[in-house]
T-cell receptor, first 113, second 115 residues
C-alpha cells in the first residue's frame, strides 16, 4: 500500500527565508506524488505533481519539489517565503491505477513577519 | 466559474438528526469523491463514484450513504448524526482518464457541527 509521511506538523519561517516542507513516501511501484495547499477555510488546491517526467517539478506560487528515489522523498521548497504562503500543506501519493489519493497528515506553515 | 461546488458551506445540527450535503462539478469529470477532514486536519477518503458507480467505500459507518444521480453530482446523506461526525467534508472530482497522475479537484468544503 502507498503512504506518505510528513515530518513536522508545524513549520515557522521568517518572511523572505527558505521554505522546506518534508515528505517521504512508501510505494511498491513507481509513485505519482502531489503537493496540495489549503488556505484557511478553503478547499485544497494543487501546487504541483510528480509524474516521472522530471525529478525537479515546478509548481504555482514559486514552489518546487524534487523527487529523490534513493531517499524516497519529495520535499517541497520555496526560496523566499511570503506572508501569503501561510497555509496547511499536504503531500499525497496516488494508488497504482490512480483511483485513490492517500494524504499525509499535513504541515502548517506559519510566516513570521 | 465554480469547478466543484458544495452546499451548504456550514451545517449546524443536533445529534440524532439526518442531514445531506450536495456536490456538483462542471468539469466533465467521471469520478467524484467524498473526504472527511477532522479537527487535526487529517484527510481521509470516504467514498468514490465513477460514472454513478460506487468504486471506493472506505469502512465508513452505514449511517453515511452517498448517492450519485448523474456523473456531475455526488451527494452525501448522513443518518442519526453523532458528535464524532463533526468535521469538514470535502467533495472532489477527477478527470475521466484513469491515469495515475491526474490530480483531484476539490470543493470548498462543508463544515458540519453536531451539537
Amino acid at each position: 500500500a502507498q503512504s506518505v509521511t510528513q515530518l513536522g506538523s508545524h513549520v515557522s519561517v521568517s518572511e523572505g527565508a527558505l521554505v522546506l516542507l518534508r515528505c517521504n513516501y512508501s510505494s511498491s511501484v513507481p509513485p505519482y506524488l502531489f503537493w496540495y495547499v489549503q488556505y484557511p477555510n478553503q478547499g485544497l488546491q494543487l501546487l504541483l505533481k510528480y509524474t516521472s517526467a522530471a525529478t525537479l517539478v515546478k509548481g504555482i506560487n514559486g514552489f518546487e519539489a524534487e523527487f529523490k528515489k534513493s531517499e524516497t522523498s519529495f520535499h517541497l521548497t520555496k526560496p523566499s517565503a511570503h506572508m501569503s504562503d501561510a497555509a496547511e500543506y499536504f503531500c499525497a501519493v496516488s494508488s497504482p491505477r490512480g483511483e485513490k489519493l492517500t494524504f499525509g497528515t499535513g504541515t502548517r506553515l506559519t510566516i513570521i513577519p | 466559474d465554480t469547478a466543484v461546488s458544495q452546499t451548504p458551506k456550514y451545517l449546524v445540527t443536533q445529534m440524532g438528526n439526518d442531514k445531506s450535503i450536495k456536490c456538483e462539478q462542471n468539469l466533465g469529470h467521471d469520478t467524484m469523491y467524498w473526504y472527511k477532514q477532522d479537527s487535526k486536519k487529517f484527510l481521509k477518503i470516504m467514498f468514490s463514484y465513477n460514472n454513478k458507480e460506487l468504486i471506493i467505500n472506505e469502512t465508513v459507518p452505514n449511517r453515511f450513504s452517498p448517492k450519485s444521480p448523474d456523473k456531475a453530482h455526488l451527494n452525501l446523506h448522513i443518518n442519526s448524526l453523532e458528535l464524532g461526525d463533526s468535521a469538514v467534508y470535502f467533495c472532489a472530482s477527477r478527470p475521466t482518464e484513469l491515469s495515475s497522475y491526474n490530480e483531484q479537484f476539490f470543493g470548498p468544503g462543508t463544515r458540519l457541527t453536531v451539537l
